[in-house]
Structures are given as C-alpha cells and as structure tokens.
C-alpha cells in the first residue's frame, strides 16, 4: 500500500491519509440520507434508496482510489439528483426511469470522451485565471453551505435573500464554539483538527439534547429490488427528452471538470502548467461511477466538493479515498451511527475549508479585465446561485466573449470555444420550470 499509493512523493502517512479519508467522510455522509429524501420526490423509494446511494459512494471512491489514487471521494452529486426529482419528474411528468436511463446515457459519453482524451483536452484548455477562481469559488461555495447548516446564515425576509441566524439558540452557540475550537488547534498545528471539532461538536449536541442518540447503532440495508436495474434508457433516447440528456450531460461534465481542477489546486497537485497530470484517471472513475449509479437505482455521480476537508488534513493519495469508501461501506450496517453527526458539527469544518481556498485568488491578474471579470463572475455565481455549473458556464462564456471583442481572440484556445458552446447549450436546453 505504501508503494502503490507512493506515499514518500506525496511526503504522507498511514495515520495522515486516514484521518483526511475520516474527515471527508464525516463532512460528506449526509449524502445518506439527504439523497435519498430528495429522490423520493422522484418516486425512489427512501429504504432502497440509501442502499443505492451507499454503493455508488463505495464503488465510485474505490475506483477512484485505485486506478486514479487521488484523495477524492464520489457520491451522488447534490445538485443532479434535485434536478431529476423536481424537475424531471415533478415538473416535466416524466418517470424516474427514464430521467435514470438519461443518467447512464450521460456516463457512457462520458466515459468514450474520456477514453479518447477529449476531457481532458478541453481541461487544459481552461486558462489559469479560471481555474483559480473554481477553486475559490468552490471553498466560498463550501463556506456558504457551512454558513447555512450551522444557522449562522439563514434565508432572510423580503429584501434581504439572506440574514445573520439566531445566536441565542443553542445549536447556534454550539457551532461558533465548535467552530473556534477547530481555528485554535490549526493555529497550534494540532493533527485531526476538523475531525476533533466535528466529533467534540457532535458529543456536546448530544449532550445539550439537541442531538438525539440513535434507536439503534446496528442495521440491515433496505433491499435493492425494487429500483435495481429499473432504468429506462430506450425512453431516454427518444427525441423529445433529448434536452434533458443534455443538460444532465453538461451539468455533470462541468462540475467534475471544476470540481478536479479546484481540489487539484488545493492539494498542490497540479503541475506547472495548471494541469492535473493523468486527470483521465479521475475522469474515468467518475465516468464508471456514473455508469453505475443509474442501475443501482440513484442519480448522477460525482467527485465531492467536501473531499476538500482531507484534503485539508493532509490527504494527498487514493488511499485517503479507500478509506472514505470503506466507511461508507460499513454505514450500510451502520448507518444510524454515522449519520448522527448534525449539520451544525460538520458546517463548521465546511466554513474552516473555505478560507484555506481562498489563495489561488492570487494567481488571477486584476488589471486584466479580460481575466478578471471571468473570474470575478465564475465565484460570484457559484454561491449566489448556489450552483457550481451555472458559475463555471457563466464564466467561460464571458471569458469567450471578452476576449473576441477586445480583439484577443487568439489567446483563447480551441477547447474552450468548445467549453463555451457547451456552456451556452446549458442555458439553451435548461427546461424552463
């Protein structure tokens, strides 16, 4: 393992990579049940539902720590599985077979553009200004979501979208206390200092009687029958749900793209030209995981935006990933147990994450407008739309736009004429709710 995961390059340990794997995996195993809440919208049923959500987690992450070894961990993503279930299915009418057929039908293009090394052509085609603010954009995406599961931050009154929380509430209290836990022991290099927070954090919800302790540590997983292999992917095929298959396509293929680059430039990972070297490692996992999660039953699959508190903790190989997988695999059996851990414990390692990726801020040059403003509306919309892809669009089509009609055009290389049609596709083909 030592060898395999090269750990003396990546200057790392067992005990380093295995807190950064717990970490993530605390700061992420809400998916377990917020997922599958979210597909029973859909008509997914919940029981079978954590069982697939389980499993794509488990096969996505160990893929992804054995043929890419990098220290991020997939689970279905957030955004596409509220995407199918409220407006696929609720909005358009259709079945969540079919929006799950669509789903694979995304994967297996991923998959052959992967394979012939076209992603990560048009990765690297992305300009250094960009990819700096995917990363920025991502950790104040991060900070924002630990804002609002702390109740720090919550939705305001009409003519303000957002105001300051309740501070006399105990949950409240609880999370700036945990929150400044975490920021002493950084400060005093102290190893483990999220998880510390996170756990110390949950032991005092608990003990305040916010937090009520589980029926029951041990359980068995819901079958999988009734939504194993129930995808409908001929229904998918037809024309008229060809604009989903699109935007499932795009949204997914974008977001993994920003996801890579912006952990990748965190965990000092990419090389000096800005690129993840054998990025279709990655790609390719996600691409499978993504291939599986529709006939398991779940929606689209992704690498998590939160694999960013490991990262944080010093993971920096695939082994940090099999350890998250492992875990999840046990909350199939233990599932209560894992999921006690409320919003307001780990939101706070969430906003702490945020101000770590705030540095590659630096690498984007402001008395470029050309550059800036890109930048600037890449960061700005991830949070404010609380969706990375429509950031990400947002941005390459202007990036596109101002270099034209500032007569730069030449600076702009092909993959991302192709990233910004792609980019204004999504806009095209979004259905309207």
């Known amino acids: 393992m030592h060898s395999f995961f090269e750990f003396k390059r990546h200057n790392t340990s067992y005990r380093q990579e295995t807190l950064a794997g717990v ?3 605390l700061t992420m195993a809400y998916i377990i049940i917020v997922n599958p809440a979210i597909l029973e919208n859909a008509g997914i049923p919940r029981g079978p539902s954590i069982t697939a959500t389980i499993l794509a987690a488990v096969i996505g992450t160990t893929i992804m720590a054995f043929w890419a070894r990098r220290p991020f961990a997939i689970a279905p993503y957030m955004s596409e599985n509220a995407f ?3 407006v696929v299915v609720k909005v358009m009418g259709y079945t969540w077979q079919v929006a799950l057929g669509a789903v694979f039908i995304a994967g297996v293009l991923f998959a052959l553009l992967t394979v ?5 052509w048009l990765a690297e085609s992305i300009p250094m200004s960009l990819k700096a603010s995917f990363a920025v954009g991502i950790g104040l995406f991060l900070t924002f979501i630990g804002l609002n599961e702390t109740g720090l931050v919550v939705l305001g009154v009409p003519g303000a979208p957002v105001r300051l929380g309740n501070f006399s509430s105990p949950s409240v209290m609880l999370a700036v206390a945990g929150f400044m836990l975490v920021v002493i022991l ?3 290099r102290v190893h483990g200092a999220l998880v510390i927070g996170i756990i110390v954090t949950t032991i005092g919800s608990i003990a305040l009687g916010i937090t009520p302790l589980p029926g029951s540590i041990v359980s068995l997983p819901p079958s999988l029958e009734p939504i194993l292999f129930k995808l409908d992917i001929a229904g998918a095929l037809t024309p008229r749900f060809f604009p989903v298959v699109m935007v499932i396509f795009i949204m997914a293929f974008l977001d993994t793209i920003g996801t890579l680059i912006g952990l990748s430039m965190r965990a000092d990972l990419l090389d000096e030209k800005g690129n993840l070297p054998e990025i279709e490692r990655p790609m390719l996992a996600d691409a499978l995981a993504t291939m599986a999660a529709p006939l398991l039953g779940t929606s689209t699959t992704g690498a998590y935006i939160e694999s960013a508190a490991g990262i944080e903790e010093g993971g920096r190989t695939g082994f940090t990933a099999l350890v998250v997988a492992v875990l999840f695999a046990l909350s199939l059996f233990f599932a209560p147990l894992f999921t006690i851990v409320p919003p307001h414990a780990y939101g706070i390692a969430l906003i702490v994450i945020g101000s770590f990726m705030i540095k590659p801020v630096m ?7 050309t550059e800036l403003i890109p930048a600037f509306l890449t960061i700005v919309l991830m949070i404010f739309t609380y969706n990375i892809g429509v950031g990400m669009t947002s941005g390459m089509i202007t990036y596109v736009l101002l270099k034209v009609c500032t007569g730069r055009g030449g600076e702009v290389k092909a993959g991302m004429w192709v990233l910004a049609l792609l980019s204004v596709s999504l806009f095209v083909f979004m259905p309207k709710m």
Request: charged share 30%.
């Open 23 to 25: 970490t993530t995996f």
């Open 116 to 120: 012939f090394k076209i992603r990560s």
């Open 186 to 188: 950084l400060s005093r």
């Open 84 to 86: 199918i279930a409220f």
């Open 363 to 369: 690498q984007i040059d402001f008395d470029d407008l």
